[in-house]
Nanobody, 124 residues
Framework: QVRLVESGGGLVQAGGSLRLSCAASGRTFSSLAMGWFRQAPGKEREFVATISGSGGTTNYAGSVKGRFTISRDNAKNSVYLQMNSLKPEDTAVYFC?????????????????WGQGTQVTVSS
C-alpha cells in the first residue's frame, strides 16, 4: 500500500504561481512512477504530468507544457508540481498518483494509488 497526501493548493490570480506537494509513504518511493492529474467540476479527470522513479523522464499534457514543472525528491519521498502562469482554466482539484509498475503513463488507469486531492482555484 502507498499513502499519498497532497498540499499546496489555494486561490491565486491569473498569471500567478502555486507549488503543489505530495508526500508518499508505504513503499520504496524511488520505485514508483508518479503523476499529477486534475479534475474540474463536471469534467473527467485528466492527465497533467508524470515523472519516472529516478526523475530522469518527465511528460506533460500539452495544455500545461512550458508552464508546469514536475519534480521529485526521493530522499524526502515527495513529488512536486510547480505551476506558473496560471489560467482560470487550470481551476480543478489536483490529484497525486503512484504507479508501482513504473510505467509513467498518461491514463488514470496506469496508477494504483491516489491522494485525496487539493483544490486549485485561479481567478480571472
Amino acid at each position: 500500500q502507498v499513502r499519498l497526501v497532497e498540499s499546496g493548493g489555494g486561490l491565486v490570480q491569473a498569471g500567478g504561481s502555486l507549488r503543489l506537494s505530495c508526500a508518499a509513504s508505504g513503499r520504496t518511493f524511488s520505485s514508483l512512477a508518479m503523476g499529477w492529474f486534475r479534475q474540474a467540476p463536471g469534467k473527467e479527470r485528466e492527465f497533467v504530468a508524470t515523472i519516472s522513479g529516478s526523475g530522469g523522464t518527465t511528460n506533460y499534457a500539452g495544455s500545461v507544457k512550458g508552464r508546469f514543472t514536475i519534480s521529485r525528491d526521493n530522499a524526502k519521498n515527495s513529488v512536486y508540481l510547480q505551476m506558473n502562469s496560471l489560467k482560470p482554466e487550470d481551476t480543478a482539484v489536483y490529484f497525486c498518483a503512484a504507479d508501482p509498475r513504473s510505467y509513467s503513463g498518461v491514463f488514470s488507469t496506469n496508477y494504483d494509488y491516489w491522494g485525496q486531492g487539493t483544490q486549485v482555484t485561479v481567478s480571472s
